[in-house]
């Protein structure tokens, strides 16, 4: 795996630490995951304003409403 540097304050740096302890795993592992869990954050809250702005547009919400019908997928669950 290749790594390469980065700079934070030491107030993080200790957060980090104590969480990676905390987990019983790496630095890295704990760094890589804390980005992971960020990015998933900010992209449901993209989606989330997306839905939004559909709904304040009725012809719109219709449109998406129509097409996630047509391509609904049934998973078996009741």
Do not use: C, K
Not at 11 to 21: D, G, K, Q, V
Not at 37 to 44: G, I, K, P, T
Not at 47 to 72: C, F, I, K, S, V
């Amino acid at each position: 795996m290749d790594t390469t540097t980065i700079r934070v304050d030491t107030n993080t740096h200790a957060r980090l630490l104590e969480m990676s302890r905390d987990a019983d795993t790496s630095l890295v592992a704990t760094v890589r995951d804390a980005a992971e869990a960020l990015w998933r954050e900010r992209f449901a809250r993209h989606a989330m304003r997306q839905l939004g702005e559909l709904q304040n547009d009725p012809e719109a919400w219709q449109e998406y409403l129509a097409e996630a019908e047509e391509t609904h997928v049934a998973d078996g669950v009741s």
